[in-house]
């Protein structure tokens, strides 16, 4: 595993940024970055880590030390502008913290923003965002607020009959239109394509014009608000999402450990529930060894739902694919334009590699696309067995 390197000096393609996908780490932070005309305004939601001996100690900060660099790549070690500020919490809830604070727009074509933070025991965390890109501004001149709590909405996704309002630093939004498109789970690693979804030709299902920048969000689906330069994309999901709880939520996902005809045996039954229980009693041999393998699945979907949904569920996504199956990266090494995925597991003598390459979906986001090989073929059968043996709990 390589070490983690000093922040204000080096490349940044040589950070490892497993943290991030560690929904246990000392803390998980969220970002989103608004362009406000010659500026950038930052704002980062920090979420605590109730369990951990810092707790306490980050909870009750009354300043937050942040270390911040522009740099035009991961791979270059000069930096644009290059600051250490203090930032006090605009507002702390429970275990959250929220920031905000402003940088100058960058003059460069590509440029990211790295935000570094230490913890009261030294644990460095890195949090990288776009600002530029290709001479494009990757960042819109809106975002959207809670309505009822003013909160800034951090999140990819909405949940149905979510009131928002929807702020603007260059000029109103008028328009709202809604897709909707059911999108296919990844394909496995060693299928001969990835889930291709960045060529798809949008077809509007319907538009209507805002009133007072207020948006509730009608049903599910995704939704484009606002202009090309302008424009906020969310889904919208049912109330209990991330957490899958219909039955179709609950069937969908097991495609990852599933045959095609469990699959199907258990999409065509008269009675799904019953169905679909059968196919984790048949796994599981005895009732609480089930229990355990059926909360440990669907503990990873919907932390797959958390961390990665974009413009479908998280866990249909490529990387939600790999981390339902493998578990949390223990290595993450970024570039521009690629992720790559470490493992070390007993069953495999070197390391595991999934390499992703970022895309743009056609809502106007990115993701990431799995670069698929033939010779993930025993790594990953061997996993599913794992999993399939009820010996994957964490």
Same mark, same amino acid.
């Given at each position: ?167 603007? #630093?260059? #000029? ?72 899958? #709880? ?99 597991? #007993? ?48």
């Amino acid at each position: 595993m390589i070490t983690q390197i000093g922040f204000s000096q080096g490349k940044f393609s040589r950070w490892n940024f497993d943290y991030q996908y560690n929904l246990n780490a000392t803390m998980q932070i969220q970002h989103l970055a608004v362009k406000e005309y010659d500026s950038v305004a930052v704002f980062l939601k920090i979420q605590l880590n109730q369990s951990v001996r810092e707790f306490y100690g980050l909870q009750k900060q009354a300043q937050w030390l942040l270390m911040i660099r522009v740099c035009e790549s991961y791979e270059s070690k000069n930096s644009n502008l290059e600051q250490s500020i203090i930032v006090n919490p605009y507002k702390k809830v429970d275990n959250l913290v929220f920031l905000k604070f402003k940088i100058p727009l960058p003059k460069t074509e590509t440029a990211f923003l790295f935000i570094g933070t230490n913890t009261v025991n030294d644990e460095e965390f890195v949090v990288d965002i776009p600002i530029k890109s290709f001479g494009e501004y990757v960042i819109s001149t809106s975002f959207l607020t809670n309505k009822s709590t003013g909160d800034v909405i951090f999140d990819t996704y909405l949940k149905s009959k979510d009131t928002v309002v929807i702020n603007n #630093s260059a #000029s109103k939004h008028d328009s709202i239109f809604y897709f909707k498109y059911t999108f296919q789970a990844a394909n496995p690693p060693m299928a001969e394509n990835a889930s291709f979804d960045a060529g798809l030709r949008l077809v509007i299902d319907s538009s209507f014009s805002l009133k007072n920048a207020i948006f509730v969000a009608p049903k599910k689906g995704n939704y484009t608000i606002g202009s090309l330069e302008n424009k906020i994309n969310k889904i919208v999901f049912d109330h209990k999402f991330p957490k899958p #709880s219909k039955i179709k939520e609950l069937i969908d996902p097991i495609i990852y450990i599933a045959s095609d005809g469990e699959r199907s045996s258990v999409k065509l039954a008269t009675k799904q529930k019953q169905k679909l229980d059968d196919f984790w009693l048949k796994l599981g041999l005895n009732k609480e060894k089930t229990r355990n393998m059926i909360k440990a699945y669907y503990r990873q979907i919907q932390e797959a739902n958390i961390l990665f949904t974009g413009h479908k569920e998280g866990w249909k996504m490529d990387k939600g694919m790999i981390y339902i199956v493998f578990g949390p990266p223990e290595q993450v090494l970024k570039t521009d334009a690629t992720e790559t995925w470490y493992y070390q597991k #007993s069953y495999q003598s070197t390391p595991i590699r999934f390499l992703f390459v970022k895309k743009y979906n056609p809502f106007g986001g990115v993701y990431f696309e799995l670069q698929n090989d033939i010779n993930f073929t025993t790594i990953w059968y061997k996993s599913v067995e794992i999993w399939r043996r009820g010996d994957n709990f964490r």
